[in-house]
């Protein structure tokens, strides 16, 4: 039978952890920066505001650390498969997502954000007329859109609601509905500083209205798909937000399912073989990271920093290989033509 007073106790200590998470996102938020997500670890709020506090390039510091977890890859694809693969209206744009991060890899970031905004919005629109019905099937309104937030929130409610009731009526009990009260509020508070985080990355940047409004930040739908600038700055950093965003969504979403599990249940076989296909491609990709330097006239920062000894080890064979047809091509390791 659920004890009134642990459950008071949990949610409360939820509610002050996500408190300074919140707090610490708010100040990602305005320096543009990448900012954890529900799956994150608790422990990792500290960590962050120590990079911050201690280093002389906070910026790259987080940049590294989100980088190094990034690259994590298996436990990423276990999140993302355990977590975004399994909810409803995300789901089903899970080989979306995977296209993302394949592009992302061979530092294609352009293509990896363009690909992954309309999955926000697309999700939200799936959620808004499932609820509401088809006439919400044209809106693009991101204003309206947000809206489905408050219905996952009404959902979520509900559920609790119930499952307290039950909860709270065995053995023959009365329920006591000032308890339910109670706690539906700090549920709805700690729900409520999620969502929050969610909505201002939405809202205030990614989706931010540029008409007749300053401009805070070039990762914008509005800027990169009517190229209101000309250089953008479509970069890893930036990926990651979009990417981060996602698990702010997925976790609302599961909040308002009837079966909604707050554990990840990845197919690990399907995990595995991601991993090894994304591999490959890294060490493809770190490889011939000059080709694409020479095509694109412009520097790629490697992605070595982020990367464990074993797969810089990999890849640095897999690069030798590369050297070797190249030279026997008549063409040097910078990408010039030789005299045979």
Known sequence: MLNYEDRK??????????????????????????????????FEIEHIQNLIKESDDPDNAVLTFFGRKFFNLKT????????CGKQP????????????????????????????????????????????GEKNVSITSMQELLKAIKIMRSDHLKLLRAAYEKDFSKNGKSVDQNKVKNLLKLDGENFDLWSEQFEIFIRDYLFRYTRNTDVIDDLNRHI???????????SFKN???????????SWLINCSQPNGSPFSDPDE???????ITLLNLLMLSESSRFVKERLYGEKINSFNTFLTDEYRYAIGRSGKEIEKILMRLHIDADGKEKQP
């Not at 990926?239 to 969504?249: A, N």
């Not at 076989?269 to 991993?275: A, D, Q």
């Open 76 to 83: 990423n694809l276990s999140i993302l498969h355990g977590y």
């Open 239 to 249: 990926y990651l937000r979009v990417y981060h965003s996602l698990f702010h969504l």
């Open 9 to 42: 106790k949990s949610i409360n200590k939820q509610i002050e952890l996500i408190s300074e998470l919140n707090h610490l996102n708010k100040k990602l938020f305005v320096s543009n920066q990448i900012f954890l997500h529900p799956y994150c670890q608790g």
């Open 89 to 132: 209206y995300l789901k089903e744009y899970i080989n979306t997502i995977t296209r993302s991060l394949s592009l992302c890899i061979q530092y294609e970031y352009q293509g990896a954000i363009s690909v992954l905004i309309p999955v926000i919005e697309g999700t939200l629109r799936k959620y808004m007329v499932d609820k509401l």
């Open 269 to 275: 076989n399907l995990v595995f073989n991601e991993y």
């Open 224 to 234: 990169i798909t009517h190229r209101f600038k000309d250089k953008i700055d479509f």
